[in-house]
């Protein structure tokens, strides 16, 4: 009920603006298939006319590696943690547009099997799904191979492998952990090898949706999931067979098809992987062709989410990978035992790592052992270091775990990374003697308010002489003091630039006893090292200043795994205090309502306002404080929020003045409407705006969708119109009180008489009653009488 009313009003809004909305013109001609088999949503239309045009990505099969399987995999936008949020309207039009279509849904993350109507191709249905913006992918669900080639002589004695990434050396340091789960995304295992047996914990059908508890079956199908089980865990030191890159770790087997061929698809790989890692496993390795799709992407965030790390072969047909970023997952290279590139493992850009891959010997299916050779055996290789890394130090993030695998890796061809081998050959041994002496990294968000009086040892690695304390001010709670020169600087956090999201440190804090003059440093570290300044706070002559909220965006290509903060004083001597509260760096995940601006920071602070041309936060607001200032042809838009609230009333109020503004000088107002276009709320003309004026305004009936944006421009020729106190939310404000300068506010009396003569002698906006505005006379004194005698309202 919920999608099908959000597509009506979307229809009902379409027609109060005036537009047309068929779903028959033009596009039976162009896209029969599409028209006929869909559920067209505003806009559809004109996307489906014009789609005759090449996509901007065409998909291609490679027969026995990947081929169409006449499916497709969509994941609707927002639906992913590190978006700016989910939009529901957005994401109900995603499901409603192919629901008609829809095959298999996710019971564990956002994203469906969708059919190509007959008539169609894959290519045809991606481009036009993803032109109309409401998706975050639309792949093919491809039939995908296992990554290997075929087997050789089972009784190869030699695990060369082991010598090559220093097993023996890791070993004497840490021999695994059975608090490690690795899972194994794959045909299944064989549940009675007597090297793999003991070492099980309930795994996972992801072509049946069903965990193993509840009679899903994961017993090996084909041999290959068995091969790379033990590659990875095989139990080490136990007298029989082989030994995995750890003696003693947990696996998990989530069978990922009933295939005896073991072919599947997209899916079923990507649901397995985020089923196991929401189920204890650490490290999830998927050894199947398509390691680059951004299905794989986003199923790897959430494996991250969950606490696991996401493996993935590069694939066996010695190709060149395309040029794309995959930050979460490691993908594999295969190298031969005298670390060459093996000569099927494919290379490029997204390659991580690589390991060994060419006749490597593991277990097999019915209790026996072989070697075999592909990125299926390298892969799981690679994650047994994982796992290694994982034993050695609990405590690590799974980003952590990532480059530490880097760090240890010994570097094959030209120097650094490279389309062959990433980062390099994994080093078992290397990789475990980083882990013991690393410390772990915070992951975003990071957050403290100084509840207890001792700093918490993973946040605060550097502390020179600031230390916890209850505030003196009424009211006070405890708080980080820093005094004279003492500084403290925050451990390193998880915060890699991937996704173009925002990133905002923010804290509040306030002087007590400093000199005026006297500073607060707060700074950041960039991507390079170096510290760059956040804010610089400076004393005023009171003795105890008031809290002061500070906001600072840090710029996408300053994020990086070793981002930290940093605060310093800059006093004199112990009298010298500085108070600091509530200090948090997260990803921003959008202006939600209330969106409130009073200006007071002197910015436009990126997490309200999404864009501003020429806009300036300057003197001159209400009462002598900061307000939005805009010249003709200037203009400020706010973050889009979620207005929802129908059937509740949205208010959207602000104070607005326009200082010199003629004949012919106007402000607009605007909003974002569902269609993404601005409409007029009102316009506001140059002589009636000399004095500040608080409008409030109640939103149309448009203006409550999901994205929804105000945006102020100033036009004419002259004048600077400022704008204050901005609220959009579900309450409007008290009509204005001129007369109310002084508190107790509500309340009428000698204060404010003494205020407005203050005011009106310091010619003050908040005393310029009366026209001639800008011109301070007895019609303001008069203005100012009547509104007193009058009363509050």
């Not at 009313?5 to 028959?24: E, K, N, P, Q, Y």
């Not at 995959?326 to 690589?354: E, H, L």
């Not at 097999?364 to 055996?377: E, H, K, Q």
């Not at 707060?522 to 510290?531: F, I, K, L, N």
């Amino acid at each position: 009920m919920r999608r099908t009313s959000t597509c009506v009003a979307a229809v009902i809004a379409l027609g109060l603006l005036g537009g047309r909305f068929s779903m028959g013109q033009e596009l039976g001609s162009r896209s029969p298939a599409l028209t006929a088999q869909i559920n067209l949503q505003p806009g559809d239309a004109g996307l489906l006319a014009g789609h005759g045009a090449a996509p901007s990505r065409a998909f291609v099969e490679i027969p026995g590696s990947q081929e169409f399987s006449g499916e497709l995999i969509v994941r609707p936008k927002g639906a992913v943690r590190g978006a700016w949020r989910a939009k529901p309207q957005a994401m109900a039009r995603a499901f409603d547009r192919v629901a008609p279509l829809i095959t298999r849904t996710s019971t564990i993350t956002e994203q469906y099997v969708v059919r190509v109507p007959a008539g169609s191709s894959e290519n045809e249905l991606s481009a036009f799904l993803m032109a109309t913006g409401d998706y975050e992918y639309a792949e093919p669900n491809w039939t995908l191979y296992p990554a290997e080639t075929v087997p050789n002589d089972p009784l190869y004695a030699s695990s060369w492998q082991h010598s090559r990434i220093q097993s023996a050396a890791a070993w004497d340091l840490v021999t695994g952990s059975d608090q490690v789960i690795v899972a194994v995304c794959d045909t299944g295992c064989d549940s009675n090898h007597p090297d793999l047996q003991a070492s099980y914990v309930p795994g996972f059908n992801s072509r049946r949706n069903r965990a193993e508890v509840d009679g899903g079956e994961v017993e090996d199908i084909n041999g290959h999931g068995t091969f790379v089980a033990g590659c990875a865990a095989a139990i080490g030191n136990n007298g029989t067979g082989v030994v995995g890159a750890g003696w003693n770790f947990r696996i998990m087997p989530i069978r990922v098809t009933d295939n005896s061929n073991g072919t599947a698809n997209p899916f079923d790989l990507t649901q397995g992987a985020v089923w196991a890692a929401q189920n204890g496993a650490q490290i999830v390795n998927v050894s199947f062709s398509g390691g680059t799709s951004m299905a794989n992407q986003a199923a790897a965030v959430e494996v991250k989410e969950a606490g696991g790390l996401l493996f993935w072969a590069a694939g066996n047909d010695n190709s060149l990978l395309p040029d794309v970023d995959r930050p979460d997952y490691v993908i594999v290279a295969s190298t031969t035992s005298s670390d060459n590139k093996s000569g099927f493992s494919n290379f490029g850009p997204p390659v991580d790592v690589a390991a060994p891959g060419s006749g490597v010997r593991s277990t097999r299916r019915g209790g026996s052992y072989g070697t075999s050779s592909g990125t299926s055996f390298a892969s799981p290789i690679a994650a047994g270091v994982g796992a290694m890394i994982f034993a050695a130090n609990p405590g690590l993030h799974p980003t952590d775990v990532q480059e530490i695998l880097s760090l240890g890796a010994d570097d094959l061809g030209p120097a650094g990374e490279d389309n062959s081998f990433g980062a390099g050959r994994v080093n078992t041994f290397n990789s475990v003697q980083i882990a013991l002496g690393f410390t772990p990294r915070a992951p975003l968000p990071f957050a403290d308010s100084f509840e207890t009086a001792a700093l918490g040892e993973l946040s605060w690695v550097a502390v020179d002489g600031a230390e916890v304390e209850t505030d003196p001010a009424p009211g006070g709670s405890l708080a980080l003091r820093l005094d004279g020169t003492d500084s403290i600087e925050s451990n390193a956090m998880l915060a890699k630039a991937s996704s173009g999201q925002l990133v905002v440190f923010t804290f509040m804090a306030r002087h007590e006893g400093a000199e005026a003059g006297e500073t607060l440093l707060s700074e950041y570290r960039d991507a390079g090292g170096v510290w760059r300044t956040a804010a610089l706070l400076t004393a005023d002559a009171s003795a105890s200043g008031a809290y002061q909220r500070v906001e600072v965006v840090i710029d996408d290509a300053d994020l990086t795994n070793q981002l930290a903060i940093r605060f310093t004083a800059g006093g004199s001597d112990a009298t010298d205090i500085w108070y600091i509260d509530d200090v948090a760096v997260s990803e921003f995940e959008g202006a939600v309502l209330p969106l409130a601006d009073s200006f007071e920071s002197g910015e436009l602070f990126a997490t309200r306002w999404s864009a501003a041309i020429g806009a300036s936060v300057d003197a001159g607001g209400f009462g002598g404080t900061l307000a939005l200032s805009l010249d003709p042809g200037d203009n400020a838009t706010t973050q889009g929020v979620d207005a929802t609230v129908f059937p509740q009333s949205l208010f959207l109020s602000y104070r607005v003045r326009g200082q010199g503004a003629g004949e012919g000088d106007t402000m607009l107002v605007e909003f974002r409407n569902i269609q993404g276009d601005f409409a007029m709320l009102e316009s506001i003309s140059g002589p009636d705006a000399g004095a500040y004026g608080l409008r409030v305004l109640e939103m149309p009936f448009l203006a409550l969708h999901d994205d929804l944006a105000i945006r102020f421009t100033g036009q004419g020729s002259g004048g600077v119109w400022r704008v204050d106190d901005l609220l959009l939310g579900l309450e409007a404000p008290a009509p204005d009180c001129p007369a109310d300068l002084a508190e107790p506010m509500g309340t009428l009396d000698f204060a404010d008489v003494l205020a407005f003569l203050s005011a009106f002698g310091a010619q003050a906006p908040e005393a310029d009653l009366s026209e001639p505005f800008g011109a301070f006379d007895f019609a303001d004194v008069l203005a100012f009488l009547s509104s007193f005698g009058a009363g509050c309202p």
